[in-house]
């Protein structure tokens, strides 16, 4: 599904006609002609990609591309230009953007395969993120993620002067399981005692695989 983010009525026939020679059911597309449009659809539709014009009514330049990263950060954006600029495009990339792509310029399977590219991109992207801030047999935060989610706890709790509430466990004789029960039996001990936490905590709590045996 992909939201076409064009206020150029010819441009957006254009490229709706270019998408539709690779087959309707390939490509859903939701035209709207403003970037707050844009923003007002990304929070109640799921969209898989975004076509977006740097210049609109309400939006002009880098600032569209933020907006569109701050509305929806795990969303693939292929920037569609008047301009064949290569400085402008590094600058959208560095801002969020997965592709930048000059109207009118390359074959027509061009946008059909940047599309599909910056989809995988940006799944690809995401997975790495999760590995780098998830613990991958729990599903609990990892330490780094949790340490960062720490400080600003405590930096809001200064600043409020509200209190912090925050806990430690850790299971005994759980390496005496392991060498018994072998490291199998260790990872469903591992996995029900997270989901238990998960089960007993506030959704605005955090819950966190800090490392082994101990959680916080």
């Not at 087959?23 to 990609?49: K, M, N, P, W, Y």
């Not at 008047?82 to 946008?111: H, I, R």
Request: aromatic share 6%; with cysteine.
């Amino acid at each position: 599904k992909i939201l076409l983010v064009e206020d150029n009525d010819v441009d957006a026939r254009l490229t709706q006609d270019i998408l539709a020679e690779w087959g309707i059911a390939e490509f859903e597309i939701i035209h709207v002609t403003r970037l707050s449009d844009a923003v007002t659809r990304l929070a109640r539709i799921r969209f898989d990609a975004v076509l977006l014009d740097l210049s609109l009514p309400d939006g002009y330049g880098l600032s569209t591309v933020r907006q569109m990263q701050a509305a929806n950060p795990t969303i693939a954006i292929i920037v569609l230009s008047g301009l064949n600029d290569q400085t402008l495009a590094l600058q959208a990339l560095q801002n969020g953007a997965q592709d930048y792509l000059v109207k009118g310029q390359g074959p027509s399977e061009l946008l059909a395969r940047s599309i599909r590219y910056a989809i995988e991109r940006k799944r690809a992207e995401e997975r790495l993120t999760c590995l780098a801030q998830y613990d991958q047999l729990t599903g609990l935060v990892n330490r780094t993620l949790f340490r960062d989610r720490l400080i600003q706890a405590m930096a809001r709790s200064k600043r409020l002067q509200q209190p912090l509430g925050l806990m430690l466990l850790d299971l005994d004789h759980f390496k005496n399981f392991n060498d018994m029960q072998g490291h199998a039996a260790g990872d469903l001990v591992l996995k029900s005692v997270a989901n238990l936490i998960l089960s007993l905590i506030r959704e605005s709590d955090i819950a966190c695989r800090y490392g082994g045996e101990e959680f916080a």
